[in-house]
């Protein structure tokens, strides 16, 4: 026999569940906007039917339903998209960062335009050209002499402009890598409240959201891994429990490991370390051997956790992507430690200007102290060789600098082939003429004449490694490299972009909120609410015949 | 698909983002009138933009030289039309000397105009472009002639300049030995002039040397006459060269406006397009009809 409320007890059920589901959709609605989130819903099911199985349970003529429970609230989430959507990050984040990096070096370099280098030494080479013209004539030794200067600066400008961006980018590194150590910081944090709650039996969808978003960030700066916990206790089934996040590597011998970064609530910290043990940063910190090295390379990532401490280099993980990989691979780093061997964008680019400014000053100054100087026109003595016409000592993109003697005295351009002859532009000519030159070991360059009428065959210098290119072609080798990778570095921006916002709107397809349903829902909620009602009224008024209106008959 | 908010206004987003950097593009082509700024954008053409502009500072160059070598060409052909025109007046005065009907005060007459001929003619050989002496060989600094006579600093060098990649034109005409030679028979005259004993015959014997000189000058104009032909051909061919150069460096580099602005006219409504669409879109949900 039921009992005369069942029917009552039944609707409030349907009550409650109804009303945390319209909750539910509120908060849903609510989160419309929040990053990271996933839309939940709410699993209803019936309540054990009655009676329940027994000897003695009472006939009835069949199972009565007794109402409706919430089972549980779930958000709604792919894995396998999530997976997707972390790998394109990470890609995108290198692609992203790299292309950024060189568009900045191609600022600077500005090619092809009227300011950049190549100008520079185009119009060196013409002033040349005017003096050989006008070997005579002061006001265009002047301008050579101006020009050359312009030429200097301009490399002298590049090579600063280049370091600070450089600099930038160390700081960069330094900055991403406190980044990285805060977020896993708060995942460790979010892992310790998610092992107090889940034993207890409740899922807490909201913290598995903030730490899948902090995942996302994480897979933005370099490759994690994830491995789900269990928290024990009286877990939900559905429960995701404890994160322990790993970093993947390509260790020394060629296989694939992964370095624990948080476990549990413990959580490592990353330092990123250049060649001399020192934090990368964005402040000069000279090699004292090489006092060229504006910036100490980076050389290793130290990972400590508790008191284990372990460190990978450049090559430990440059089989994956990530923005932290790339800002190294653009700064520069080296492998074995030291800073003989440097590698990386900007330092590359930094030592092939110095390659050129070097071969340039050794085989310009090389010619121009065999030529003959302007003497005056009735004695040939004071017509002697040339002096260095860029400063011996600067022999880098850095410090290349015009020889102040000439700066003062621009009779001193040697452009004369033979001592004495102030009409004599031929050597000013075979200056100009090194433009097309290609440069190669002891080429042999023209012939000069001293007073005495002795002719000596003058030769390039040696070890210039130049490799038979020209100065310029060098240089446009140079230009034309870095064109190739910034297109290459964009193409592949614009595509890990595109398929990234194809996996986002897939993810978003299936997690994000849409606000027609949830209206939708709300109608449906809010309607089941009210039809509940409605029976908990129908069940009074039943209830109200048994109570008032019976044994009252004949009144 | 399940299709959200959030992925329509993704979506909006990021097709707005597109075709703002679109148009972004089209006005940079637009305001610099270049197709590309930047190596990536186009590293082939970029390499080639640099070679095409180092082609077109050396024609600029070449050209600049030309016309120092005209100058050069030109002073001397002009200077060598004057020494001309002064030993064919020598050469009337000497038949006008070698009659021996003249009188010592007609000779003394003759022989003070060739005095005056003959320091034009050295101020001839010291004639300059710029501060150049052309006739000095390489020692430009130099005269040819002081008032003592020939100096000693002068030489016989070619002077040359550049103009064409490799191509170099000889200058000038060295006038150690022509305008020495000259000076010579000049001084030659006026001492024979100068004795009494030497007859008209005497005098006439000098007009030989005369003729020898006159063609030596001759010879010169005629070389730099020659040389004034090639100059004139090189003119052309590096004008021809320049315009060529220029054409392809605009080819290369340079915006076709008619395409640009349609296309960024394009993409601007494209642009405005997308931006209604995606209002109307963004704006409509159930919330607006549920009441």
Known sequence: MRSTFMGLEASKRGLFTQQ??????????????????SRQRIIMSPTLGYPGAGLNAPMTPGHIGTGVKAESVQRVRDEFIDRQYRQETNKLGYWETK????????????????????????????????????????????????????????????????????????????????????????????????????????????LYDKRDLLVDQLNEYFPVSIERVPSGGNASKVAEGSYTIKLNVKDNSGSYSEIVLVDGGNYATL???????????????????????????????????????????????????GKLLSLIDSFGYSTDGTNNTIQGY????????????????????????????????????????GISFFDPVGLTAGTIKVNDALVKDPNLVAASSVQGEEGNGKWALILANLQSMPINNKESIGKIKDKDGNETTVELPD????????????????????????????????NTETIRLTVENNRASMSSVSLDEEMTDMIRFQQAYSANARMITVIDELLDKVINGMGRAGL | MRVTQSMLSNNMLRNLSNSYSKIGKYQEQITTGRKFTRPSDDPVSTVKGMAFRTDLNKAEQFTRNIQ????????????????????????????QAANDTNTSSDRTKIKEEIEQIKQQLRDIANTKVGNKYIFSGTKTLAPVFDESGMTGHINEEIVQIEVFDGIKLDVNIPGKTLFGNIDNFMSNLSNLLNDDTKTGEDISEMLGDLDQLYEEVLAARADIGARQNRVELMTNRLALHETNVTKQLSENEDVDYAKAITEMITAESIHQA????????????LVDFIR
């Open chain 1, 463 to 494: 070890n210039l490694g130049l490799d038979g290119a020209t100065f310029q072609s060098y240089y446009q080798g140079l230009i034309g490299q870095l064109g190739v990778d910034g297109q290459k570095a964009n193409l592949l921006k614009t």
């Open chain 2, 274 to 285: 997308a931006l209604s669409v995606g209002a109307k879109i963004i704006q409509q949900t």
């Open chain 1, 99 to 206: 292309a950024s990096a060189i568009s900045q070096m191609e600022d600077v370099m500005s090619e092809p335009s009227e300011y950049g280098l190549d100008e520079a030494f185009r119009l060196f080479w013409s002033a040349l050209q005017d003096v050989s013209a006008n070997p005579d004539d002061t006001a265009a030794r002047k301008v050579v002499v101006q020009r050359a200067i312009h030429l200097a600066d301009s490399f002298n400008y590049i090579d600063t402009q280049l370091k600070q961006i450089q600099g930038n980018l160390g700081n960069e590194i330094n900055v991403s890598v406190e980044q990285i150590n805060s977020i896993l910081e708060q995942i460790a944090n979010i892992n310790k409240e998610i092992q107090a709650v889940e034993p207890n039996g409740y899922v807490p969808n909201d």
């Open chain 2, 68 to 95: 120092t070598v005209n100058n050069w060409l030109d002073t001397t052909d002009d200077a060598l039309d004057q020494a001309g025109t002064a030993l064919h007046r020598i050469k009337e005065l000497l038949v």
């Open chain 1, 20 to 37: 945390t589901a319209l909750y539910t959709t509120g908060h849903n609605i609510a989160n419309a906007n929040t990053e990271g989130y």
């Open chain 1, 271 to 321: 330092r990123a370390l250049d060649t001399s043990g020192k934090l990368v940063d964005g402040d000069e910190d000279t090699d004292p051997d090489n006092p060229q090295l504006a910036y100490l390379p980076f050389h290793q990532l130290e990972i400590s956790m508790g008191n284990k401490t372990q460190t990978i280099g450049q090559e430990n993980f440059q089989e994956f992507k």
């Open chain 1, 346 to 385: 900007f330092p590359e680019m930094l030592q092939s200007l110095d390659k050129l400014a070097n071969a340039f000053v050794q085989a310009f100054n090389k010619v121009h102290e065999a030529g003959y100087t302007l003497g005056k026109s009735d004695d040939s003595d004071t017509s002697v060789n």
